[in-house]
């Protein structure tokens, strides 16, 4: 790496390291973890820095940054469901203790899950799962109230669908 490219990198970093540092905390919730999947992500771009498109760099470092958070969820197994409203808190009550079916059910969530949208898929589980409210989710990702709440709606519509479909098969 150059001189010029590493002041240029360097300036990236006390830019963009806030932002990417808020938006690993919000999914995080964990300051040390937020901390070090941060780091993580500026070392991938370190790596990849000579040959980077610029033009979008922000898009590139908040894709990095939440797929490697989504990584560390997935390893650690943390992801885990919240009812979505009050229709759904039978599914508690009906929990059968049985491991497979227990299991199943929690495949069958997660199935659902991945039909949504990353921004659906964010926005459900910060506010149903994490406890964030919209305007919070709104100020934490830099857009509007009613945008936040149109896709928090969309999102529940969306999972309880692929929700049904994933439990009719």
Same mark, same amino acid.
């Given at each position: 790496?150059?001189?010029?490219?590493?002041?240029?990198?360097?300036?990236?970093?006390?830019?963009?390291?806030?932002?990417?540092?808020?938006?690993?905390?919000?999914?995080?919730?964990?300051?040390?973890?937020?901390?070090?999947?941060?780091?993580?992500?500026?070392?991938?771009?370190?790596?990849?820095?000579?040959?980077?498109?610029?033009?979008?760099?922000?898009?590139?470092?908040?894709?990095?940054?939440?797929?490697?958070?989504?990584?560390?969820?997935?390893? *650690?197994?943390? @992801?885990?469901?919240?009812?979505?409203?009050?229709? &759904?808190?039978?599914?508690?009550? $009906?929990? %059968? /203790?049985?491991?497979?079916?227990?299991?199943?059910?929690?495949?069958?969530?997660?199935?659902?899950?991945?039909?949504?949208?990353?921004?659906? *898929?964010?926005? @459900?589980?910060?506010?149903?799962?994490?406890?964030? &409210?919209?305007?919070?989710?709104? $100020?934490? %990702? /830099?857009?509007?109230?009613?945008?936040?709440?149109?896709?928090?709606?969309?999102?529940?519509?969306?999972?309880?669908?692929?929700?049904?479909?994933?439990?009719?098969?």
């Amino acid at each position: 790496m150059t001189d010029e490219q590493r002041r240029a990198f360097e300036q990236v970093y006390s830019d963009y390291y806030p932002r990417i540092y808020r938006r690993v905390y919000a999914l995080m919730q964990h300051s040390q973890d937020a901390e070090d999947l941060t780091q993580d992500t500026f070392v991938k771009l370190y790596r990849a820095f000579a040959t980077l498109d610029m033009s979008n760099l922000y898009g590139w470092l908040y894709r990095v940054a939440t797929n490697a958070v989504y990584d560390v969820l997935r390893r *650690r197994r943390l @992801l885990t469901f919240t009812p979505l409203d009050p229709d &759904t808190q039978d599914w508690l009550s $009906s929990q %059968s /203790g049985d491991v497979q079916e227990d299991y199943a059910e929690r495949e069958s969530i997660h199935l659902a899950l991945s039909g949504l949208s990353e921004t659906q *898929r964010d926005a @459900l589980l910060l506010h149903e799962v994490q406890g964030y &409210t919209a305007i919070e989710i709104a $100020s934490r %990702s /830099g857009q509007t109230y009613s945008t936040v709440t149109f896709t928090m709606r969309r999102a529940r519509r969306a999972f309880k669908q692929q929700y049904v479909v994933g439990t009719a098969s």
